[in-house]
């Protein structure tokens, strides 16, 4: 049985490493959040999905507990009504954010993969909100390209969450910053990268991780100058950068 120390030691070494999916430096702080707030008020068809998705090899992408609370809440101070959301995976923030919605409410999900995102639709549609759900599968850019194109779709969104490839965040925001509304919000996650965004060059990463760190630096700065947006980026989940449009 580890001692105190020894417990400790391991906390400071599995944190070495830039990479670790909490942005908190303490495991034991993180994981009381989640007991204390998240878990106990978490949607039984959150946690089912949740669960399943665990067992997913790539697991590290799906959305943090504490990030779905967080979108679900968000979604009602806002009363969103018609969102998007780019990069769906198995669909836990799509869930959180379907359960928030109005019965009317629209989400134009989009995603590479199907076979993910069929991991989590039984428990959507158990849920009784797959019929808020128009999931399209392949590149979003096209969509969206065709959606500016048809010029019906300017400034309807009320909300759109990008959590997707991050080496088109920046294409993603040129279009999307015309397709959601005044006064509407646009959420960009993992804008903390594992927390790379400070590290060293040196310092040791993941290779995914030191990959598409200068994408997301690169984003970083690009949203902290347009003044088209207010910003206020946040240490929930792996960082998310929520966007109003202002004009």
Not at 92 to 104: N, V, W
Not at 110 to 124: A, F, K, L, Q
Not at 149 to 164: I, L, Q, R
Request: hydrophobic share 40%.
């Amino acid at each position: 049985m580890a001692t105190n120390g020894d417990s400790n030691a391991e906390q400071t070494t599995r944190h070495q490493e830039v990479g670790h999916k909490s942005l908190l430096q303490s495991d034991a702080l993180y994981q009381y959040i989640l007991e204390t707030s998240v878990y106990p008020r978490e949607p039984e068809s959150m946690k089912e999905l949740r669960e399943a998705t665990a067992k997913h090899p790539w697991n590290i992408m799906t959305t943090s507990a504490d990030e779905g609370q967080f979108l679900n809440m968000l979604l009602k101070l806002i009363n969103a009504k018609n969102t998007m959301e780019i990069g769906v995976f198995t669909g836990y923030s799509l869930l959180a954010t379907a359960l928030a919605l109005p019965d009317d409410g629209k989400i134009l999900a989009m995603d590479i993969n199907r076979e993910n995102y069929d991991i989590g639709r039984p428990i959507i549609e158990k849920a009784g909100v797959a019929h808020k759900i128009d999931f399209r599968e392949g590149p979003a850019l096209p969509v969206l390209d065709q959606m500016i194109e048809d010029g019906k779709y300017h400034g309807t969104f009320d909300f759109v969450f990008v959590d997707a490839d991050k080496d088109n965040y920046i294409n993603y925001h040129k279009r999307i910053i015309d397709l959601v509304k005044v006064g509407g919000l646009i959420g960009y996650d993992n804008t903390l990268w594992n927390g790379s965004v400070v590290a060293p060059p040196d310092a040791p990463m993941r290779k995914y991780v030191r990959y598409y760190r200068d994408f997301v630096l690169e984003l970083n700065k690009a949203l902290a100058a347009d003044p088209r947006i207010e910003i206020c980026m946040l240490p929930v989940g792996d960082g998310i950068t929520l966007c109003r449009r202002v004009s």
